[in-house]
Structures are given as structure tokens and as C-alpha cells.
């Protein structure tokens, strides 16, 4: 079983729509990662988070720690949101650097 | 200057070859990454520096060298390499000492080796 588990692997919205996507995660971690990647392309940070909630314009990204789960939603979301959204997370307290621990991604597909 | 740059964007080279993956960042983060990443797979770490020191080396074949020869800027060195090496070589940058730190990623160098 991965560290990391993200649903859905695949998934196609219609453009307007709020969109969920989740990460599971069983080890014990210092933060977790929300990634977006677009077809060919670098990977962008939206996210860092190690309690709450964070919302960054239309993006909204919670997490819990008792749970070890976290979301990200997409609100109206757009085809320009399409892109693999990727969860990380960095296991570990303290100290120099723990390893990012990815999870497979979530494909995202927004129609017009 | 929040921006991790990496040239060149793509490169292919033949198996004999040796070249160079070039990173930069001038965000002062002393800690920087080298992932590789294959076709719809997350990234794996091949390599981390802090403080210009090689802290972190994942079993990479040593066809792969990287160097790091200022805080800023991180080399890969790329030496008689297998087709089985194409993939998109990401950088990444962060600050040291506290392992929350985000990571910041750069747009990657899309490699194919023939």
C-alpha cells in the first residue's frame, strides 16, 4: 500500500463545477504538499500545509491531522484548471531535510 | 525573485554524450533537489544539497553527477546515459533547517537519450 493515496486517479468536470480531490496519507508528517502540474510542464506549489485550512483565490486546501487526510477543492472551477494535481507530504519532524513522499496524482479534465 | 529556472528546456543526446542540466535560484534557499520524473509518474529524489553539500544520494547510477558549485546554481552532469534515462529532470529549492520548508520547483528539462 502507498504512503500516499490520492482519488480520484481520473477525473472530468464540466467548467463551472466544484471539484474534490483527496489524499490519504499513513505515516506521521510535518506538512503536506499540494502540487499542480500541467501537461509537460515544471511543477507549481499551491500549497503547504500542517493544520487548518489555506485558501489561495479559487483554490481551497484543508487538512486533518487526527484523520491524516487533506483535500483540495477547485471552486468554479475552469479549463485551465486542467493538470495533474499531485499531494506530498514530508514525513518527519524537525532536523534537515525528510523526503517529499508523492502520491500518484489526480488527473484533472475541466470541459468548457 | 520567488522563480527556480532550469536550462535547457529539452535536450536529447546519444548514449556516448556528456552534458550538463543547469538550475538556478536566487531565492537564498540553501537546500536544493533533483527529482526525475517518468511519463505519468510522480517524481522520485535522485540527489538533495544543503549548504553546497551533497546531503542525500538515492542509489542514482553514477552516470548522473551532480554538483553544486555555489548556493545558487545546482549542475547535473549526464555521462553515457541509457534510453531509459529520458524523462523530465526537475529542480527544486528550499530553505534549510526546518523540515516543513515548501519546496519550489522549476519548470524541468525534458531529456531524451537515443
Known amino acids: 500500500k502507498n504512503e500516499v493515496e490520492q482519488s480520484p486517479q481520473n477525473l472530468t468536470a464540466q467548467e463551472g463545477e466544484f471539484i474534490t480531490i483527496n489524499c490519504s496519507y499513513s505515516v506521521g508528517i510535518s506538512a503536506l504538499h499540494w502540487l499542480q502540474q500541467h501537461p509537460g510542464g515544471g511543477i507549481v506549489s499551491l500549497f503547504m500545509?500542517?493544520?487548518g485550512k489555506k485558501k489561495h483565490g479559487r483554490l481551497i486546501a484543508t487538512i486533518n491531522i487526527q484523520e491524516k487526510h487533506s483535500s483540495l477543492h477547485i471552486t468554479a472551477s475552469h479549463p485551465r484548471d486542467s493538470a495533474v494535481y499531485i499531494c506530498a507530504v514530508r514525513s518527519g519532524y524537525g532536523g534537515s531535510q525528510g523526503n517529499l513522499i508523492f502520491g500518484k496524482g489526480t488527473k484533472l479534465s475541466v470541459k468548457p | 525573485d520567488t522563480e527556480v529556472t532550469q536550462t535547457p528546456k529539452h535536450l536529447v543526446m546519444g548514449m556516448t554524450n556528456k552534458k550538463s542540466l543547469k538550475c538556478e535560484q536566487h531565492?537564498?534557499?540553501?537546500?536544493m533537489y533533483w527529482y526525475k520524473q517518468k511519463a505519468k509518474k510522480p517524481p522520485e529524489l535522485m540527489f538533495v544539497?544543503?549548504?553546497?553539500?551533497?546531503?542525500i544520494n538515492e542509489s542514482v547510477p553514477s552516470r548522473f553527477s551532480p554538483e553544486c558549485p555555489n548556493s545558487s546554481l545546482l549542475n547535473l552532469h549526464l555521462h553515457a546515459l541509457q534510453p531509459e534515462d529520458s524523462a523530465l529532470y526537475l529542480c527544486?529549492?528550499?530553505?534549510?533547517?526546518?523540515?516543513?520548508?515548501?519546496?519550489?520547483f522549476g519548470p524541468g528539462t525534458r531529456l531524451t537519450v537515443l
Open positions: 531565492m537564498g534557499h540553501r537546500a
Open positions: 527544486a529549492s528550499s530553505q534549510v533547517g526546518l523540515s516543513y520548508n515548501e519546496q519550489f
Open positions: 544539497y544543503s549548504y553546497e553539500k551533497l546531503s
Open positions: 500545509l500542517s493544520s
